[in-house]
DNA sequence: GAAGGGACTTGAACACGTTCAAATTCCAAC
DNA sequence: GTTGGAATTTGAACGTGTTCAAGTCCCTTC
């Protein structure tokens, strides 16, 4: 696992010196998983077109996988900064998670096929790309964040231990709209559109059911599963800051 | 996609004379995945330790995805076996469902490492390997045929539409349990064994709150929504046997 | 038993991701 | 302006999955 500690930290030095360099192969490989997609784009492709090196690619990107890595944090910020503007003018708690979903359907679009290929290294628990992993956080909390501007910006009522975990449970469910949107063959994946347009509701009447008082034992257990489910981070202090 | 039909079918043909090297292969790499994982398991190394060579293992199977393949579909069979005995003295719905998750753990557990890599491919939508996939409908099949098992076998009241669509639902829940034990690093992987504790009476108690008539609306709601969710079986007939 | 043809088998070759030792460039300190 | 070392850059080389043209084997047919 993480026995690679010996080597002098190739791949993403801090340093400025090849800051313009990296750049340009993050653009170059972005632009090409876009034009020709993941497998069509090699490193030697992208390392040519950048006009570098095949390991002057290797220096600053650990591996391919880290390339994609750097393409979806381009597509988390892109979807940010159209679904922002996209819910200012609702306050209604099911307008705006159906318009963030939707938002986020539109931006990756153009990626579906691409997605295809991306999910697979995703769904690997051992690979940084993994919405899960480390390497992601800066990715995964700036996405749950987004969806706690959509709870908190809406009048919506709930349970106020729901409240607090609601942003990561609607970005889990995020996720796995995604993985449905991947596998959506119909025509521009109007499915996953019917889906959204349905599940949105749902989930808001779901949500403030959580006040009646008939469901407050199965909302317990829910609430309670969840932080079951919740996975402690990796890290090697022990203790932590416990809960 | 589908263009290698100029191809005079490679890889599998069903007669008779090679199906001796075939099995050989199959079990060869079976037992080398669980020795060493996914990656140390190079096609080289199956191709010899079974007397074959290379090209040979490519004759009966067109990739090593189609390897993994063959080692999820006796997986599959396993957990099968394992899991009806292990229903077979309860009717509590709860309990039922409870211990064909802990078997789906148990017989996996030897591969936990591995699965993380199986993972991969069965996420990508283009894989034979996927759950989703046209060559998985057989497992697949078996899995929910199983929960049906868990479902009919039980004593549960809950909403008649509910209980044609539960097997699926559980069949799918299971799958995110799975997603869930791949990513877990706890010691033996408990933090799984208490999700499936805990969510199981959750399940259990979701399924016959759909009575409630309180809830009849967002029942339906949910129920309407899992008919949307379900992706129509690729296939060239036009038409099908729509609703 | 010879001929034919399909099933099966082979190993070399290819393209790719990745690694690495060696070279080059750059900049600060003297 | 010379020097030392770190940052950067290079291209050859390795191991892998996969392909393929060329065989070899085996059974049917005459």
Redesign the pocket.
Known sequence: MTESETR?TPAN?G?????Q?RQLIVDTAVRLFAERGY?Q????LVAGEAG?????A???F????HLVQAFYERIQAEIRAAALPAIADTRDFTGRLRRVLHVNVDVMASYHEFAGKLIRTAADPASPVSPFSPESAVAREASISLFQEVVSGSKVRLDSRLRAQLPELLWLASMGITLYWVHDNSPAQARTRLLIDRAAPVVGRLVEATRLTVLRPITNEVLELVDVLRQPRVSSTKGGSGR
């Open positions: 002098p030095p340093s400025p010196r090849g800051e360099t497998e784009t090699t490193m030697r570098v090196s095949l390991g002057n290797y220096y600053y650990g591996s391919k996988e």
